[in-house]
């Protein structure tokens, strides 16, 4: 079934942690629809943050890519408006003030993305290959203080205000594949099992005010860092097999336009959806044409 593209025309949205990655891709597409983008994370051109130094040694990158200031310039050429806030996502009164601001602005907010994430900042490519009684405890701080606690905080900020309009949406990336562990990084798949039930406990409790809440999985991403390591680029990831299934950042950005465009999405509220599933029903496909199938761990 084709939908025709989402009119977010009359939308004014949040997504945390823009300045690459899904989150970008996200907040580009979400422009391409047309909407009001308050793009927020740490990375500005002015100022890069600090905290990713052990990461990039594992790089060819001398800095993490990508800033908040060229997502917003980025929504708004796509067709949108886009706003860039400075916001560190573990610290309650920014991520107010972010929330204070736009309704400030627009007095209302319709979508907000959780996606500011800070497992990286404690990863390395080892972190993914030792059993959990060898990985560093020092993982828990990135991806749930700095991650999970990220999408509480923001949602809590953003609820009062898509509850006194009675309509909405909370969107949150998570990684899921039905069930099966996240094999090499037991931190890793906690987070992400525990930004899904985040997801399902805020529907619950969004319901019975018109809100919706759900987690949404993409595959195999080519995010800015992914590319890196494979020492290629957008242009040229079909010269690289281990590539060859995986899906642009805007693929999961089509995924969350289209949910944020549809007036009976509370009927799917406190699901896990996969960007490919939702694909399908939508009736989109990602930037080169195809429809990526769900991307499935091996085993």
Known sequence: MHHPDPDLSQ??????????????GIAVELGA????VYVTGRTTRGAATGTYAGFLAHTDLTAMPGTID??????????????????DHADPAQ?????????????????????????????????????????SIDQWTGMFDRGVRNHVLASQC???????????????????????????????????AAMSRLAFGI?????????????????????????AHMRTD???????????ASESTRYIGRAVAALAADPQVLAKTGQVLVVADVARAYGFTDIDGTQPAAFHIPG
């Open 11 to 24: 939308l004014v949205a949040v997504v945390t942690g823009a300045s690459r990655g899904a989150g970008r």
């Open 33 to 36: 629809a047309g909407a009001t």
């Open 70 to 87: 060229d997502t917003a310039a980025e929504v708004t050429r796509a067709g949108g408006t886009g706003i860039a806030v400075r916001c």
């Open 95 to 135: 991520v107010r003030a972010v929330f204070e601001r736009v309704e400030r602005d627009h007095g209302r907010l319709d979508l907000l993305v959780n996606n500011a994430w800070g497992g990286h900042e404690v990863f390395t490519p080892a972190a993914f290959e030792a059993p959990f009684w060898e990985q």
């Open 158 to 192: 953003a609820a009062p205000l898509l509850v006194r309009q009675r309509r909405g949406l909370i969107a949150t990336t998570t990684f899921s594949d039905g069930g099966k562990y996240l094999r090499g990084n037991l931190f890793y798949d906690l987070a992400k």
């Open 203 to 227: 529907a619950e409790e969004l319901r019975p005010h018109g809100v919706a809440s759900v987690a949404i999985s993409p595959g195999f991403m080519r995010t800015e860092l992914v590319l």
């Open 234 to 244: 957008e242009a040229h990831f079909r010269d690289v097999p281990a590539l060859a």
